[in-house]
């Protein structure tokens, strides 16, 4: 299985700027997509931003501009570089971890991100 660890996550205020980091360890496979993802109170969990291992990237609409991911394949870690942000962007915040090869999802247990002043 995959381990996923996360950090970064924190108080801010709006305008401000985050580095969130998310290691993976265990089985990973060399096909795969990590990314971020979040969620908050009363909504669906939503994408945020992917990355391949090729460094194809994918952002949610309202992130556009403002956020950028990142990922060293070396080590199994993804970043996700959060500038500009606004109290709407307060959410809890998962890393993801797709295994493209078998089709298996792995999530950390979160962060919790808030823009507030």
């Known amino acids: 299985q995959v381990q996923l660890v996360e950090s970064g996550g924190g108080l801010v205020q709006p305008g401000g700027s985050l580095r969130l980091s998310c290691a993976a360890s265990?089985?990973?496979?060399?096909?795969?997509?990590m990314g971020w993802y979040r969620q908050a109170p009363g909504k669906e969990r939503e994408l945020v931003a992917a990355i391949t291992n090729s460094g194809s990237t994918s952002y949610g609409d309202s992130v556009k501009g403002r956020f950028t991911i990142s990922r060293d394949n070396a080590k199994n870690t993804v970043y996700l570089q959060m500038n500009s942000l606004k109290p709407e962007d307060t959410a809890v915040y998962y890393c993801?971890?797709?295994?493209?090869?078998?089709?298996?999802?792995?999530w950390g247990k979160g962060t919790l991100v808030t823009v507030s002043s």
């Open positions: 265990g089985s990973t496979f060399r096909i795969n997509t």
């Open positions: 993801n971890f797709k295994d493209l090869s078998y089709g298996m999802d792995y």
